[in-house]
């Protein structure tokens, strides 16, 4: 509940045009433990566990060393998460009654990054939000959607009509969450339990195959597990292997969904960590059995990408499943991009409300969302009842758009494959592996610059082994981010001839971005206050209140923007 002195404040808050309040949801609208489960799930199994496996496997050339890979790319993950629950759970911190206290906040690996490396002020914000806003979308996955719809139909692919429909993907993902929070909220639990009995489908139907059991005229996969030749004749390149492993990291990156809108969910201090870790386990091991029981090393390498439609094309012997297994997958993708559209809005919102972005007020406010204005147009005494309406970052929602249509204008001079490549690749490098490493490491950080201090801030959750988690991650990734700028062998499949651009090209353009960050702090911060003779002051308020089990919530902020001189500079 909150007391007369926080409502005064709100109520000031309201009158005072640069002040505006941004709301948690109710407690009746906050995200439970199933939808938590849900958005790891919904991100996690996509495009990428039906079409990496592939390029995996062409990466190594070895079945074995593929499920290494695969297995290994699990623990890399789950490692990860075990950094982003420790952070998450222990950052940012508030004073409460004279105690300072842990209160989870939407936002990410933003929160961790400002925290860690805070100065010079706005500087991490800045190079974060540049890189988020711009590559924080799947717009990657959206050209994988179109592409696979035009195969589903039995057309020819033609490059117009698969960006038309990687474009009207992410402009109804959009319009979903903008009219309905709880519907794109349902329909996001229903995509990940549907998804989730496909991929189970396809592991038993493959076992029993594995087992004898006559599922068509494709080939028993018994050499999955003969260690005479499932490790023969690897790749020998570095790069090769480095790469596969960077595409094998890819699916698992759905564990960060959740911690993008942590603010919203209930009681994150309570069973987050355990649905979070137990979810992802989960997947881990329905990952390992796929690559396990779906083809043989023969029929990958023979069919490129789509290894899951060349396999129910093995059991029910028709063209018509291939066909059907690319509708399976491209409603896979869909479901990828009505979560990531979910939460990474959340994310831009949280990046607007530090006054970095032109008209910073408007994409960080929320408005009412039009089906609970049509709902309560409805039902107008149960409305009054209500402590509030939903509520949905709709401008935010606009920027999320805005910058994934334009990514796939940016990519419009290459063919839809390689643009999805670029795109996947980008998205890679710089949300997962760039900003994994500076996350880990910070964490270490933390770790080694006062080990009691960070002892007592992280009591809400410590992860098994102390720091191996944090180190492993940054260990990982730096090397990672590190081979990347080597070039791999001529007959890689990473090479100019296989993917249809550089090598260099990912690394250079995601670790420019880091350059192009700092430019925009560099006009934020200095040329900008100099030609206004002003300087921007920007305030956020948290109303904390307790969520009824021993933990804090932040319930609303107050956000104050107001151009002029500092009261340091007076």
């Known amino acids: 509940m909150l007391d007369q002195e926080d409502l005064d404040r709100l109520q000031e808050a309201e009158d005072n045009p640069d002040k505006f309040v941004v ?12 939808t938590v489960i849900c958005l790891i799930l919904n991100r996690t199994i996509g495009s990428g566990i039906f079409i990496l496996p592939a390029t995996v496997l062409k990466g190594t050339d070895s079945v074995g060393i ?3 890979i695969w297995a290994f790319a699990g623990i890399i993950s789950v490692a990860a998460l075990l950094v982003w629950l420790e952070l998450s759970l222990s950052i940012p ?17 933003k929160n961790y990054l400002e925290y860690i490396y805070g100065n010079p002020k706005s500087l991490t914000t800045c190079i974060y939000g540049v890189l988020f806003i711009i590559l924080g979308n799947l717009s990657g996955n959206a050209i994988g959607f179109g592409s696979y719809v035009m195969e589903a139909a039995g057309l ?5 009509a698969v960006r038309g429909l990687a474009i009207a993907a992410l402009t109804t993902a959009c319009l ?4 309905s929070r709880k519907g794109g909220i349902y329909l996001n639990n229903a995509f990940a339990f549907m998804k989730v009995t496909i991929l189970l489908l396809i592991i038993v139907a493959g076992l029993a195959k594995l087992g004898g059991a006559s599922l068509g005229s494709g080939p028993v996969r018994t050499d999955n597990f003969d260690v005479h030749t499932s490790f023969s004749q690897p790749r020998k390149d570095v790069p090769s292997y480095a790469t596969s492993l960077l595409f094998a ?35 881990v091991v329905l990952y390992i059995l796929v690559n396990f029981s779906v083809v043989s090393k023969a029929t990958i390498m023979d069919t490129g990408l789509n290894i899951a439609s060349e396999f129910f094309q093995q059991i029910f012997g028709s063209a018509v499943a291939s066909r059907v297994m690319s509708g399976i997958i491209a409603f896979s993708i869909y479901g990828n991009i009505l979560v990531m559209t979910f939460t990474a809005c959340r994310v831009k919102q949280e990046i607007a409300k530090e006054g970095i972005l032109p008209c910073s007020k408007f994409f960080a406010s929320n408005t009412t969302t039009l089906g609970a204005k049509f709902w309560a147009k409805l039902h107008p005494q149960r409305a009054q009842q209500e402590e509030e309406l939903e509520q949905s970052p709709t401008a935010a929602l606009l920027l999320h758009w805005v910058f994934s249509v334009l990514l796939i204008a940016w990519t419009s001079g290459q063919t839809t494959a390689v643009a999805y490549q670029i795109l996947i690749d980008l998205y890679t490098y710089v949300v997962m592996l760039v900003m994994s490493f500076f996350v880990a490491t910070g964490l270490l950080y933390l770790k080694w610059r006062d080990p009691q201090a960070w002892k007592e801030m992280s009591v809400n959750f410590r992860p098994w082994g102390g720091p191996v988690a944090a180190l492993l991650v940054s ?9 990347a700028f080597v070039p ?25 971005g880091l350059l192009l960050g700092v430019a925009y702090f560099i006009v934020f911060r200095y040329i900008v206050p100099r030609v206004k003779g002003e300087k921007l002051v920007v305030e956020r308020v948290p109303i904390i209140v307790s969520d009824g089990h021993g933990g804090w919530v932040q319930q609303h902020e107050i956000v104050k923007f107001q151009w002029g001189v500092t009261d340091h500079e007076k």
């Open 23 to 34: 709301s948690a949801p109710t407690d009746r609208q906050k995200l439970g433990v199933t």
């Open 66 to 68: 593929t499920l290494i």
């Open 93 to 109: 911190r508030y004073e409460v009654d004279g105690n300072e206290v842990s209160v989870p906040r939407s936002g990410g690996e």
């Open 156 to 160: 020819p692919d033609n490059d117009a």
């Open 176 to 179: 979903l969450h903008a009219i």
């Open 249 to 283: 990291i890819y699916p698992y990156t759905g564990f960060m969904q959740p911690f993008y809108v942590l603010g919203e969910v209930k009681r994150p201090q309570g069973v987050f960590a355990k649905a979070t870790i137990t979810t992802m386990v989960s997947v």
């Open 475 to 483: 260990v990982v990734t730096a090397f990672l981010l590190v081979v």
């Open 488 to 512: 791999p062998a001529a007959d890689s499949p990473f090479s100019l001839s296989a993917q249809g651009f550089e090598w260099y090209i990912i690394p250079t353009v995601g670790l420019g």
